[in-house]
């Protein structure tokens, strides 16, 4: 995911930073929805897109990279059961294509990503 943001951050941007479940269902359904199709995705978390969350700092602690924002856990855009760093690995959090809510996932996996500009 590092690769990503420093993406992002060249073209003068960020990972994208979700204020509201309206802004995540129109992420979730301009970009993820339209990248992947269901023969793409066999499994629900085999499909996702980045966005700026991580908890990389402090286990549990979810921030935004951009804005150091904390990110609720109870804010109702997490899959149930999430974030659980499953094999203790898990520390970015992705849109899942499966539902458009949010999953932890290992940071070393390539995915597309989203990355938002201020005008």
């Known amino acids: 995911?590092?690769?990503?943001?420093?993406?992002?951050?060249?073209?003068?941007?960020?990972?994208a930073e979700v204020g509201t479940a309206?802004?995540?269902?129109?992420?979730?359904?301009?970009?993820v929805a339209?990248?992947?199709?269901?023969?793409?995705?066999?499994?629900?978390?085999?499909?996702?897109?980045?966005i700026g969350g991580n908890d990389l700092k402090q286990e549990g602690h979810f921030v935004w990279s951009h804005n150091n924002n904390t990110i609720p856990l109870t804010n109702?855009?997490?899959?149930t059961g999430r974030p659980n760093d499953f094999k203790k690995e898990q520390d970015?959090?992705?849109?899942t294509h499966?539902?458009?809510l949010w999953n932890d996932l290992s940071c070393s996996t390539e995915r597309p990503f989203i990355c938002?500009?201020?005008f």
């Open 76 to 79: 109702g855009l997490w899959l």
């Open 98 to 100: 499966s539902s458009g």
């Open 22 to 31: 309206a802004e995540n269902q129109w992420l979730f359904q301009t970009f």
């Open 1 to 15: 995911m590092e690769y990503d943001l420093a993406q992002c951050e060249k073209e003068g941007g960020y990972l």
């Open 92 to 95: 970015c959090l992705a849109i």
């Open 34 to 50: 339209a990248t992947f199709s269901e023969e793409d995705c066999p499994k629900y978390y085999s499909c996702a897109i980045w």
């Open 116 to 118: 938002e500009f201020e």
